[in-house]
């Protein structure tokens, strides 16, 4: 049996420049999106910083004295003020060493040096953050292409800071060594980076036709019923995705928990019969070079009947959520898709009082909304029933009659069509079936329309 080993915490404080467009609130969100997104990489937070400025930094970001604070923090001689340490790193005596400083913002190469310089430890920015979790999230061998061009796009123009690092001889030039004439490292470095992102980009696009050809003979034994689960991370996708279809998908209290697309039958089966997917989930300022290089994951929502836009109910900022993924989805061309607003984990908001409340707030602003628990079984039930009428609203009812002699072509119907009726005489039984236009025209040519 193997045993676990038990990782040692690790802890990093969150550092971030509030613009003066930026209201408290959504300051503030932001700032707990990204200690979760630390915590998801296996950080504890013991500290957050924060400065009002008209703008960045140009050099390091934030301003002289922040970093001064900071650093004092890191060398563990914590000032006193603005130091929000929680009661487990309060505790611990190992709680003084900072691995990392969390930036809520991409910031430049050369203002996340001279920042790691001054306060003395490492500084992941945002994007860098996002890149790391998406890199040890990927499983596929799609979704670890996509990531490795985000990663590798992020790092090409760190590179001449890195040289700066290195010294004298990261800027060296010769001509030896598989370099050109007069070719520098960090050139050399810049040009591998180029040739393997277009080695990656014609994988990706070898695995996009493949893609394309399974979901096309999908579509072509189960017509076109897909539905897509899209939303902001963590708002219940992988929960709701495992209740509706039985299957035993990743579910994890984290951002990101899960980043390849999953495919399954909705339960119990139903006619027409339903594909629900699972796509990556959005969050607040998404590199764009991971909105392109998951395209292809996300286009299982462009190549959906019906989205399925997952809400979390208990988030008091779920507003900017919810404009986050129409705003992505829109990016992705998927602005146009019919969409059911799935407003999930209701039952995290309090007690009956408190849910009945929020539930009568949500379907006054937005009518057509599904307001639910996911780990409710009535509540998925209903869900199910309203993915289900979607797609009967444009199917059409015909009557077949199938002589006794041609009984063996029974399962052939029923597997194409629901059967709603049948009745039967000395000749023949008559059915009575509603499906998709084209199967219904289709067996109504082949075997006959019951007069």
């Known amino acids: 049996m193997r045993k676990e080993v038990k990782e040692k915490p690790k802890y990093a404080v969150v550092a971030a420049v509030q613009l003066p467009n930026v209201s408290d609130v959504e300051f503030e969100a932001s700032l707990a999106e990204l200690r979760d997104l630390a915590k998801t990489l296996g950080f504890e937070i013991t500290a957050t910083f924060t400065q009002k400025r008209s703008s960045f930094d140009s050099t390091a970001y934030l ?149 394309k050809t399974q979901r096309a003979r999908r579509q072509e034994r189960q017509g076109i019923a897909n ?60 590199p764009h070079g991971l909105v392109a290089s998951f395209k292809s994951t996300l286009e299982e929502a462009l190549e959906a009947s019906l989205l399925l836009h997952v809400i979390d109910a208990s988030d008091p900022g779920f507003e900017r959520q919810l404009e986050v993924t129409d705003k992505v989805l829109d990016e992705i061309g998927a602005k146009d898709v019919p969409r059911i607003r799935v407003f999930n984990k209701i039952d995290h908001v309090g007690d009956a009082a408190a849910q009945a409340e929020r539930e009568a707030a949500l379907r006054a602003q937005y009518p057509d909304c599904i307001v639910m628990s996911a780990r409710r079984t009535g509540d998925v039930a209903k869900l199910r029933e309203a993915i289900v009428a979607f797609f009967r609203q444009g199917l059409v009812e015909a009557e077949l009659f199938l002589p006794w002699s041609a009984q063996q072509l029974r399962g052939e119907i029923f597997a194409s069509c629901e059967v709603l009726k049948e009745r039967a005489d000395g000749e023949g039984a008559f059915l009575r079936i509603r499906g998709e236009r084209e199967a219904v025209k289709g067996l109504c040519e082949r075997f006959g329309q019951a007069r």
């Open 63 to 211: 301003g002289a004295g922040k970093r001064q604070e900071i650093r004092s923090f890191v060398d563990n001689k914590p000032e006193p003020v603005e130091l929000e340490r929680t009661p487990q790193a309060a505790a611990d005596p190992n709680a003084g060493k900072i691995d990392v400083v969390f930036v809520d913002h991409e910031i430049s190469p050369s203002q996340a040096r001279n920042l790691e310089i001054e306060v003395g430890c490492e500084v992941m920015d945002r994007t860098m953050v996002i890149l790391e979790i998406f890199h040890r999230h990927a499983s596929s061998r799609a979704a670890r292409a996509q990531v490795e061009i985000a990663r590798l796009g992020y790092m090409a123009p760190r590179l001449r800071e890195a040289a700066k690092l290195a010294g004298p001889q990261g800027r060296q030039r010769s001509g030896t060594g598989g370099r050109g004439a007069g070719e520098s490292h960090t050139e050399l470095d810049k040009r591998k980076i180029r040739d393997r992102i277009a080695e990656l980009q014609l994988e990706i696009s070898a695995m996009d036709v493949e893609r």
């Open 227 to 286: 539905v897509a689960l899209v939303g902001y991370t963590n708002a219940g996708k992988s929960t709701l995705m495992r209740a509706l279809t039985g299957s035993e998908v990743l579910v994890e209290n984290k951002l990101f928990a899960t980043l390849d697309t999953t495919v399954r039958a909705l339960q119990p089966e139903s006619r027409p019969r339903v594909l629900v997917s699972d796509t990556v989930g959005f969050i607040k300022n998404l």
